[in-house]
């Protein structure tokens, strides 16, 4: 059985830190490309950023770029996206992915990051 389950998110204020957590099973995460996809309200799904797990090469989108860190945890099948200086655009839910090319073969059921002072 396949199972991604995000946690970590909250509320934060604008500049603030969050650590974002997505346990990963029923499937190979060490040779996997992991994604953060997110849907702030009223919007469509943004890719936000991607590790390879097997080669460790990572993605952002620019708009994320210096202020996100992806990284994994392979021993443990655990993706992590730590966030700092949080902006209120960041307000979305986050939701981990596994795939490539836009192909998502798997999906957590999203955690909500809200940016408000």
């Known amino acids: 059985e396949v199972q991604l389950v995000e946690s970590g998110g909250g509320l934060v204020q604008p500049g603030g830190s969050l650590r974002l957590s997505c346990a990963a099973s029923?499937?190979?995460?060490?040779?996997?490309?992991m994604n953060w996809v997110r849907q702030a309200p009223g919007k469509g799904l943004e890719w936000v950023s991607n590790i390879y797990t097997y080669k460790n090469n990572t993605y952002y989108a620019d708009s994320v770029k210096s202020r996100f860190t992806v990284s994994t945890d392979n021993a443990k099948n655990t993706l992590y996206l730590q966030m700092n200086s949080l902006k209120p655009e960041d307000t979305a839910v986050y939701y981990c992915?596994?795939?490539?090319?836009?192909?998502?073969?798997?999906w957590g059921q999203g955690t909500q990051v809200t940016v408000s002072s």
């Open positions: 029923g499937f190979t995460f060490s040779s996997s490309v």
């Open positions: 992915a596994a795939g490539r090319g836009g192909q998502y073969n798997y």
